[in-house]
């Protein structure tokens, strides 16, 4: 079966500007992941999606980021008024249950840069 | 807070063993994960542990002891394809998995 899909797979946008970035999570996975993973270090957690449940935004970084899961299934993460410091790499990731024992399927990513 | 320690970088030579440590504190724990990420592309899932001890997958094995906060992965048999960043993550609470900066491991022949 088909994988995690992100699109676009690469985004360049000037400095002000809003993006949306999509996930395509594996059908029948009812958990749902955002990562923001900068150049040579670790994933960072944005925000988490487990079926109906109101999400755990926690991890957020600024009232810039949103996200929004529709259907239980595809999940589109907004950056508004981009930054330059948001340039990375940003991995969505789906599982079947509760992370950890339940393996995450990681997308390829879509790598935005903020000129 | 949360946090996890893991080395930065490690070198190993072709065929011989290599243990990546990962110190973690969690205001919770359920278990601790590793991920493996090759350049440019997608951290992909190594292992799972939830108890103590020792888990062994083929050339892989992942170790927990929960009363230090502690485990480590051990790769044997180190092939070149082996190369890569490997992370801990440790599930701090049902929806929360934290991981660690990443071990970057080179492979020599």
């Known amino acids: 079966g088909a994988g995690v899909s992100q699109s676009p797979s690469n985004k360049v946008t000037e400095k002000g500007k809003d993006v949306e970035l999509r996930c395509d999570p594996i059908s029948g996975h009812t958990a749902l992941y955002w990562y923001r993973q900068s150049l040579g270090q670790g994933l960072e957690f944005l925000i988490y999606?487990?079926?109906?449940?109101?999400?755990?935004k926690s991890g957020l970084p600024s009232d810039r980021f949103s996200a929004e899961r529709t259907g239980g299934s595809v999940s589109t993460l907004t950056i508004q008024r981009t930054q330059q410091e948001d340039s990375a790499v940003y991995l969505c990731?789906?599982?079947?249950?509760?992370?950890?024992?339940?393996?995450?399927?990681f997308g390829p990513g879509t790598r935005l840069t903020v000129t | 807070g949360q946090s996890l320690e893991q080395p930065s970088e490690v070198t190993a030579v072709e065929g011989a063993i290599v243990q990546i440590n990962c110190t973690y504190q969690t205001s919770g724990f359920y278990g601790l994960s590793w991920y493996q990420q090759h350049d440019g592309g997608a951290p992909t899932f190594l292992s799972y542990n939830a108890l103590d001890g020792l888990e062994e997958t083929g050339r892989f094995s992942s170790f927990l002891s929960r009363s230090d906060s502690y485990g480590y992965l051990l790769l044997q048999e180190l092939q070149m394809k082996d190369s890569a960043s490997y992370f801990c993550?440790?599930?701090?609470?049902?929806?929360?998995?934290?991981f660690g900066t990443g071990t970057r491991l080179t492979v020599i022949p």
């Open positions: 999606f487990q079926g109906n449940s109101a999400p755990d």
């Open positions: 993550a440790a599930q701090g609470g049902a929806n929360n998995l934290f």
């Open positions: 990731a789906s599982s079947y249950g509760t992370p950890g024992p339940y393996e995450q399927y």
